[in-house]
């Protein structure tokens, strides 16, 4: 589904990504790891399309996204750092402004579809400026679901959530697992086992470790925590 | 591109800001023409007066309405779900362009209470005031597309009004006599001529007149093409 080979982005003299190779499967969900300023968003930039890699292809569905952005662009939903949305705009309203644009067959039941799994009923008519963290988060992943994408691109999709809001949106993921490639950026790291099959560090653009959650666990045998910050240090 | 230019006239009409401007624009425009156009004196039936004000209101409101336009999305970082649409970004960028015009074409539209005016007190001849009003139409694109262009390279939306402003001042004074004279003093005449060819003013006169001159469409056109490029071009290199 997803193929990214060695990959590098440079930002002036700063090396976000260096060469950074992975592969992804629809039934994968990949926990992708590191510290602050890793390299995490600019490389989820890069497969997204936002960016452009200074070297490396990134390939979805066997596709190049340089070679066809516009297909590769359709296959994948994105909720970026820090969820920008259009503050004016109620979910509703933005929600049928995405399907529009991405050409949603269904529309009007896929938006139904998504309120009701993010749980956004309440509030679906409300200017999303005057939503709680929490609530906005959720339209963010509404709006990256609603074109029932191949691949999702969640950058901390729990960050700011209340417990129940993120067993929800945990649950809600391991259900789309079955039919999606899924990338998690995450800094909670008890979340890594509980919803990855896969995981991802990287520290200063390179890749320091890919397995599954326990292949990580067994490696040093003590805590996510301790064994993420070993590797990083 | 239809989707994203009625996502942009909602985010305009969403809000009453769009509202308080063109009431502004029309107030204005409407002042200007009334108190320091003697429309009334002037014992004309005709909106040249009104038209010849229009291009100075258009240097402060037209960049009052673009300045959000780019700024805005890279303010909220909504930019990165726009550029991670499917559409190619030639859309994206037209869609802007194009729905900021069409708010301004609305504004320019309302005016319509002066034309009644002007064919209630007299016979004034129509076909000319609607050549004068297509004519403004299109001047304003220029202006909706240079905005634009500035809103683009920042994320703060006062840079990107007064910058806008103080471009949209120089091409449209640059076929000014004052402005005229004060360059040939400091450059040689072909490059006079050459930047007083690139004046609103120079090509809107033939425009002001309801009769459209086609080197003044062709500049005027091509202004807006080639702004609109420049924003691509911003965009296809964005690091």
New interface residues.
């Given amino acids: 589904m997803l193929k990214v080979e060695e990959i590098s982005k440079k930002?002036g003299d700063f090396q976000a990504i260096s060469n950074l190779s992975f592969e992804l499967n629809v039934g994968d969900v990949m926990g992708f790891l590191g510290p602050n300023g890793a390299g995490k968003t600019t490389s989820m930039?890069v497969i997204?399309?936002?960016?452009k890699a200074d070297s490396g292809r990134v390939f979805i569905d066997n596709i190049d996204i340089d070679t066809d952005?516009?297909?590769t662009?359709?296959q994948?939903g994105?909720l970026?750092?820090?969820v920008?949305?259009?503050?004016?705009?109620s979910p509703a309203?933005y929600l049928d402004?995405v399907c529009?644009?991405?050409k949603v067959q269904n529309a009007q039941n896929q938006i139904q579809k998504v309120i009701k799994d993010l749980q956004l009923e309440d509030v679906k008519d409300v200017p999303i400026e005057t939503l709680s963290k929490g609530f906005k988060r959720r339209v963010g992943i509404a709006?990256s679901l609603v074109h029932n994408p191949k691949l999702l691109i969640l950058d901390e999709p729990t960050d700011g959530l209340d417990p129940l809001q993120k067993f929800e949106v945990r649950k809600l993921i391991k259900k789309l697992s079955k039919t999606k490639a899924i990338i998690i950026s995450t800094h909670i790291l008890d979340e890594v086992p509980e919803v990855c099959n896969k995981c991802l560090i990287i520290d200063q653009g390179e890749k320091k470790f890919e397995g599954t959650p326990s292949k990580l666990k067994r490696k040093v045998g003590k805590s996510l925590d301790e064994k993420f910050r070993k590797i990083i240090s | 591109m239809l989707a994203l230019i009625k996502r942009e006239l909602k985010l305009f009409f969403i809000t009453p800001v769009a509202y308080i401007f063109t009431a502004i624009f029309i107030m204005t425009s409407m002042s200007l023409t009334f108190y320091f156009g003697n429309f009334f004196s002037s014992g004309v039936a005709d909106l040249t007066t009104f038209f010849s004000f229009l291009p100075w209101v258009f240097i402060f409101f037209i960049p009052a309405v673009t300045m959000k336009s780019w700024s805005e999305e890279k303010r909220l970082g909504t930019i990165e779900l726009l550029m991670t649409l499917p559409v190619a970004l030639w859309r994206v960028v037209l869609s802007k362009f194009f729905a900021t015009w069409i708010f301004v074409i609305l504004s320019i539209i309302l005016t319509f209470p002066i034309w009644i005016t002007v064919n209630y007190l007299g016979d004034p001849d129509n076909l000319i005031i609607f050549g004068q009003y297509l004519g403004v139409i299109i001047m304003a694109g220029s202006y909706v597309s240079l905005g634009i262009f500035f809103s683009s390279l920042t994320n703060n939306q006062i840079i990107s009004f007064i910058i806008s402003i103080v471009v949209s001042f120089v091409f449209t004074i640059s076929g000014f006599p004052l402005m005229i004279n004060f360059i040939s003093q400091v450059f040689p005449l072909e490059l006079v001529e050459l930047i007083s060819s690139f004046s609103f003013l120079t090509h809107f006169s033939s425009i002001q007149t309801g009769f459209f001159s086609f080197k003044g469409l062709m500049f005027f056109l091509s202004f807006m093409a080639l702004w609109n490029y420049l924003t691509l071009i911003k965009f296809m290199n964005r690091e």
């Fill in positions: 930002f930039r997204t399309g936002f960016l952005p516009i297909y662009k359709s994948i994105y970026p750092e820090g920008p949305l259009y503050l004016d705009f309203l402004y529009e644009v991405r709006q």
